[in-house]
């Protein structure tokens, strides 16, 4: 994935807010989720931290939503995600896109976390620049 990001001019870095719980569990799944306290008996409606195989879950549905630009305009990784380009207008242009899917699939992002078209930025602590990683 470094290796990818590595060697372009422009960059956007955007942040999914609260990753997990974006994630809305299947009705016939939620009974799966069921706890029990002193005020009574709960099931989540949305994947919350810790269950079994969330982490494998949530990957899986972030390149399921970004299938067709992973490697080519996008790197994921969690609910983080890489945006680039080799100009200011053709970075822009991927970042078009990928604001379009997470509308179309209701992703929302923190803003605060993001970083737009910048020309270096750190991913899994390596900085990934034009000159590389």
């Not at 016939?28 to 069921?34: A, G, I, L, R, S």
């Not at 919350?48 to 996008?74: H, Y």
Request: charged fraction near 20%; hydrophobic fraction near 40%.
């Amino acid at each position: 994935m470094l290796e990818r990001l590595a060697g372009h001019s422009f960059y956007c870095f955007l942040d999914g807010y609260s990753g997990y719980n974006q994630i809305v569990i299947a009705p016939d799944d939620q009974e799966k989720t069921t706890f029990t306290c002193p005020f009574g008996t709960f099931a989540y409606r949305r994947m919350p931290f810790g269950l079994c195989n969330a982490p494998a879950t949530f990957q899986r549905c972030m390149v399921s939503i970004f299938s067709d630009f992973v490697e080519k305009i996008i790197e994921v990784f969690m609910d983080d995600f890489s945006v680039f380009g080799d100009s200011f207008d053709g970075c822009l242009t991927n970042l078009t896109l990928i604001l379009k899917r997470c509308i179309e699939t209701n992703l929302v992002l923190n803003w605060e976390k993001c970083h737009f078209m910048v020309k270096q930025g750190i991913v899994l602590g390596h900085i990934v620049s034009r000159k590389g990683n």
